[in-house]
């Protein structure tokens, strides 16, 4: 491939004609799942004041770079409120752009507060880390309307947030593969899991079931590790879309009925929906109707000239 077709296949990539409501629809399933974990976290500023011991294996850079300085509760609390009132006005269109950068801003101070929520194998699926690079991205991101005409605009800031996203899945594959290898991928190794989190009291519907048939948990290892390993070509293949974002929430569910471990970010797969066909198929009913009036409102024209 030539350079000129490297580029141009670049700039159609990152820079056609792509429908506001993409941006309009990620903006608010990203506001909407931050809204929802921060609301189940109604104590969250008062973390940034338990005592010094508790913190002393966070080193002061750490700290600095999050501005965990040691704010008085009151103020942690009003940044907090803070916080609410901002995603709030993102999610209805109130100076989208603003109030997602004063949101991205105030969420970064407190998603590693988040991070020491943890479950009982470790604080796996932590919810804040992919929203606070997405509001940011949303922050630069021209304002979207609902009958903006189709910009390339519109188009980079979805398709950088959708190649993110796809880094929950290729780095739980990089993850698997530097820590045990392409051993991960086998019945024993699954069935140790389950009965891993079952000896920590965790108990599932399917736990018992999973870890008792080794051909459950053959298919559940091969399953997890193709998921993964393909799921790099979603943002650059609507078919691979199709069939690995379901798959991908499936094995979501799956792992709450095995495991019990809930991933908070679920409903962000949304961003991979196909956001320009759902506007054009929009349009085409719209124009569909309107011809279909103008047509009914020709024929009663020369009645009522009869009539008369």
Known sequence: MTSARLVAAWDRYWFRPASPWGLIGVRTLVVSNVLWILLSRPDLPDLAGWPREFWAAVSHFT???YLLIGLPPVIERGLYGLLHVTLVAALVGVAPRTSCFISAALLYHFAPLEAIFWSRL????????????????????????????????F??????????FTFHYVG???????????????????????????????????A??????????????????????????VPFSRWAARILVPLAALGHIGIVMVLGIVFLNLPLLLIYFDWDGLDEHARERWRAWQRSRATADAAVRPEQSGGA
């Open 63 to 65: 700290a600095l770079r």
């Open 172 to 206: 739980a594959w990089f993850s698997k593969l530097h820590t045990a290898g392409w051993a991960w991928v086998s019945a024993d190794n699954i069935a140790g899991m389950v009965r891993w989190n079952m000896v920590w009291g965790v108990t599932t519907p399917l």
């Open 122 to 153: 470790g604080p796996y699926f932590n919810g804040l880390t992919f929203p606070v690079l997405a509001l940011f991205a949303l922050a630069f991101a021209a304002r979207p309307r609902r009958d903006t005409p189709w910009s390339g605009e």
């Open 208 to 233: 018992p079931a999973i870890a008792a048939s080794r051909l459950a948990c053959w298919a559940i290892a091969i399953l997890t590790m193709l998921i993964e390993t393909l799921f790099i070509l």
């Open 155 to 164: 188009r980079w800031p979805l398709a950088l947030l959708q190649i993110l």
